[in-house]
């Protein structure tokens, strides 16, 4: 069933936000259902090698919570490590995944996301990330596909609005061990997007997990290795992510 609340509680959120963006390397594929009562410690890390044989990376840690059946939110902080440069604070993020259908109850199962991103360079302003999330399962299989607008607000230099989305397919083999293929892309602007040889596009294959370690407790996990397919992405990514959940 559609949940009526969440709408005037993305609307407040989205009243909080009033160069060209680049997803980094620990990006992970967003999902629109919502389990309440959970409560986790998210670790999400990523490397890649750039096209020029340089390599970057980037980590966070955050806590998250679900306060309604319908409303997981989470707060994390950011650190990169630009190529050439070291490890430092990158950005303070603060999620909201709302789930606007029932699970399992219509084909579909339809979520809607709002990130903000305050940057430690204060120059960016806000960095606000929105759109629908979809989940639909086949049998042992499972799709997802997330369509995000990511614009910058009350930033002193100019940021592009850009079109981001992601792709995941994934065979529920067991709890313990599943694997798939993961896919993140930017198309550019998202009322004119660039020629298909300069927009950004990486995907690869990806491993998910579940270890319980008590009754409500747990450590759940994924990785990909992304190969990236133009020249505006780069040549390879690592990606991890860790929850425990309790």
């Given at each position: 069933?559609?949940?009526?609340k969440?709408i005037p509680?993305m609307?407040?959120?989205?009243?909080?936000?009033?160069?060209?963006?680049?997803?980094?390397?620990?990006?992970y594929?967003r999902?629109?259902?919502?389990e309440y009562?959970?409560?986790?410690?998210?670790?999400?890390?990523?490397?890649?090698k750039n096209r020029?044989g340089s390599t970057?990376?980037?980590?966070?840690?955050?806590?998250?919570?679900?306060?309604?059946?319908?409303?997981?939110?989470e707060v994390?902080a950011?650190?990169?490590?630009?190529a050439?440069e070291?490890?430092?604070?990158d950005?303070?993020?603060?999620?909201?995944?709302?789930q606007l259908t029932e699970s399992?109850?219509y084909p579909v199962?339809v979520?809607?996301?709002?990130e903000?991103?305050?940057p430690?360079?204060r120059?960016e302003?806000?960095?606000i990330?929105y759109?629908p999330?979809f989940?639909a399962?086949w049998?042992?299989?499972?799709?997802?596909?997330?369509?995000?607008?990511?614009?910058?607000?009350?930033a002193?230099?100019?940021f592009?609005t850009?079109?981001?989305y992601q792709?995941?397919l994934k065979?529920r083999?067991?709890?313990q061990l599943?694997?798939?293929?993961q896919g993140?892309?930017n198309a550019?602007r998202?009322?004119q997007?660039?020629?298909?040889?300069q927009?950004?596009?990486k995907?690869g294959?990806?491993?998910?997990g579940k270890?319980r370690?008590?009754t409500?407790?747990?450590i759940?996990w994924?990785a990909?290795l992304?190969?990236?397919?133009t020249?505006?992405?780069?040549?390879?990514t690592l990606?991890?992510?860790?929850e425990?959940?309790?």
């Amino acid at each position: 069933m559609f949940k009526k609340k969440a709408i005037p509680a993305m609307a407040a959120l989205c009243l909080f936000a009033g160069s060209q963006v680049h997803a980094g390397p620990n990006d992970y594929i967003r999902t629109p259902t919502v389990e309440y009562g959970e409560r986790e410690i998210d670790f999400k890390s990523g490397i890649q090698k750039n096209r020029d044989g340089s390599t970057a990376s980037a980590n966070s840690i955050g806590f998250g919570f679900t306060p309604t059946s319908w409303w997981f939110t989470e707060v994390y902080a950011k650190y990169a490590r630009p190529a050439g440069e070291s490890t430092s604070f990158d950005a303070w993020e603060w999620e909201n995944r709302f789930q606007l259908t029932e699970s399992g109850k219509y084909p579909v199962d339809v979520g809607f996301l709002l990130e903000v991103e305050r940057p430690k360079d204060r120059i960016e302003g806000y960095e606000i990330t929105y759109g629908p999330m979809f989940q639909a399962e086949w049998g042992k299989l499972q799709g997802n596909f997330n369509a995000f607008i990511q614009k910058h607000v009350r930033a002193s230099a100019a940021f592009d609005t850009e079109l981001l989305y992601q792709l995941q397919l994934k065979y529920r083999n067991s709890e313990q061990l599943e694997w798939g293929i993961q896919g993140f892309g930017n198309a550019g602007r998202w009322n004119q997007w660039n020629a298909s040889g300069q927009q950004e596009f990486k995907m690869g294959p990806a491993l998910f997990g579940k270890v319980r370690t008590g009754t409500k407790e747990a450590i759940k996990w994924n990785a990909g290795l992304l190969a990236g397919t133009t020249s505006a992405t780069p040549k390879t990514t690592l990606r991890f992510q860790a929850e425990y959940e309790f």
